[in-house]
């Protein structure tokens, strides 16, 4: 079956950079995008960015342009998201997952906890 | 930017009612962009419904998709306990930034 299973959680300083793991199995990694998805506590959802498995190539909502980086091992089928110049304000819990044609989430992973804190 | 608008903010209701939840888009949207997710405290989202009106694989019958142009629906028709919890739309627009939007949730609780 489809899994897609993240690192733990992490607890960084403002200014400090965090990156996310997913490892995915079950399914082909390189035949379907992967994004990511963030969401604050007691927030809704915001989507981050996509990544094309496949070729790398890579597409971010304008919020995050310049701070985010989201990279993967194909070997390993695992995607990567990392953020950086954090802030109190990225303290979310973050999602990966895979997206399906027409552009839905079909699978999630458990989601990673990142609080920022001095 | 298409910006999704549910509402109500919150739905009370009790176990074998009926809920329907609605999502307006700020613009006309094909349909099948439109996708439903639950999402139970501490858990990750569950997609529900895609393509506007298709059903995930597992998802009960009692959760249909429904809607056009700018005004889209999920509905439940008989409410079982386990379906309180907050529910998002989503839509992916092509050539548009951002690519995905969520809706800002409904939260569907017990009465």
């Known amino acids: 079956q489809v899994q897609l299973v993240q690192s733990g959680a992490e607890v960084k300083e403002p200014g400090a950079s965090v990156k996310v793991a997913c490892k995915t199995s079950?399914?082909?990694?390189?035949?379907?995008?992967i994004s990511w998805v963030r969401q604050a506590t007691g927030h809704g959802l915001e989507w981050m960015g996509w990544m094309n498995p496949n070729s790398g190539d890579t597409g971010y909502t304008e919020k995050f342009q310049g701070r985010v980086s989201m990279t993967r091992n194909t070997s390993i089928g695992t995607a990567y998201m990392e953020l950086t110049s954090l802030t109190s304000e990225d303290t979310a819990v973050y999602y990966c997952?895979?997206?399906?044609?027409?552009?839905?989430?079909?699978?999630w992973g458990q989601g990673t906890l990142v609080t920022v804190s001095s | 930017e298409v910006v999704l608008t549910q509402s109500p903010g919150t739905l009370s209701l009790s176990p074998g009612e009926r809920a329907t939840l609605s999502c307006r888009a700020s613009?006309?949207?094909?349909?099948?962009?439109l996708a439903w997710y639950q999402q139970r405290p501490g858990q990750a989202p569950r997609l529900l419904i895609y393509?506007?009106?298709s059903r995930a694989t597992g998802i009960p019958d009692r959760f249909s998709g429904s809607g056009s142009g700018t005004d889209f629906t999920l509905t439940i028709s008989r409410l079982e306990p386990e379906d309180f919890a907050v529910y998002y739309c989503q839509c992916q627009q092509y050539g548009v930034s951002p690519l995905y939007t969520f809706g800002q949730g409904t939260k569907l609780e017990i009465k």
């Open positions: 997952s895979r997206t399906s044609s027409p552009g839905f989430f079909e699978f």
């Open positions: 613009q006309s949207l094909k349909s099948t962009c």
């Open positions: 393509g506007g009106t």
């Open positions: 079950g399914y082909t990694f390189t035949r379907y995008d």
